[in-house]
């Protein structure tokens, strides 16, 4: 089944303990982007991937890092976690970037709690 | 700055009835625009999108409108049904990738 999952599903931990959530998709899609939703602000992008090796800043990337060694992978880490992070956390991939009806598909969230 | 800003917050419709969400954006560069749906619990899903050479997209009984001159795009329920009831999302595309969310409509349709 074609898919994007990510782990873990929840989250709860302190403040600055770095922690990872990861993202993997089946699809053989070359673009990855992470989002964070927050109540009234709909989706933010934090990062986002091109391709392998790839990677740049989106709306929201303070205090957030990624990296992209496989084209399945693009894992999210927070090096020092703070309260202002917790959120409602989606993954995304589409084939390429542009293009008409080149549809992201998203995964199921991970609802992190910085306490 | 709010690139994208999306109405109503929040609808209440009658089964059979018609549900209405607008979007007004700002960025003349997007090349693309989707409307994804959420239930609880899930991630967002592209329910219908619609490319700014094309004025009018049907699919079922969901139809976007596009003016590309007063940059507005809205999304249209026919014929509402108790499984519509979901937070909708207007979600205009740049070339990078990025989709600009708006802040999202729920809409609540009762039996």
């Known amino acids: 089944e074609a898919q994007v999952t990510q782990n873990p599903r929840y989250l709860i931990t302190v403040t600055g303990k770095k922690l990872t959530v990861t993202c993997s998709q089946n699809?053989?899609?070359?673009?990855m982007s992470w989002y964070r939703q927050d109540p009234g602000l709909g989706l933010r992008q934090i990062y986002y991937s091109m391709n392998v090796e790839v990677t740049d800043k989106g709306d929201v990337p303070e205090g957030y890092k990624v990296s992209r060694k496989e084209k399945r992978n693009f894992p999210l880490i927070l090096e020092s976690p703070s309260p202002n992070q917790t959120s409602l956390y989606f993954c995304?991939?589409?084939?390429?970037?542009?293009?008409?009806?080149?549809?992201?598909?998203f995964g199921p969230g991970t609802r992190l709690t910085v306490l | 700055q709010q690139q994208v800003k999306q109405s109503p917050q929040s609808l209440i419709v009658q089964k059979g009835g018609i549900s209405i969400i607008n979007c007004a954006y700002e960025n003349t560069a997007f090349d693309y625009f989707p409307w994804y749906q959420q239930f609880p619990g899930k991630g967002p899903a592209l329910l219908i999108a619609?490319?700014?050479?094309?004025s009018e997209k049907k699919e079922g009984r969901f139809t976007i409108s596009f003016n590309k001159s007063a940059k507005q795009f809205s999304l249209h329920i026919m014929d509402s049904q108790p499984g519509d009831s979901a937070t909708y999302f207007c979600?205009?595309?740049?070339?990078?990738?990025?989709?600009?969310f708006g802040a999202g409509t729920q809409v609540v349709v009762t039996p």
């Open positions: 619609i490319r700014p050479d094309v």
């Open positions: 979600a205009p595309r740049d070339s990078w990738g990025k989709l600009q």
């Open positions: 699809m053989n899609h070359e673009y």
């Open positions: 995304a991939s589409s084939i390429r970037a542009s293009g008409s009806y080149n549809e992201q598909f």
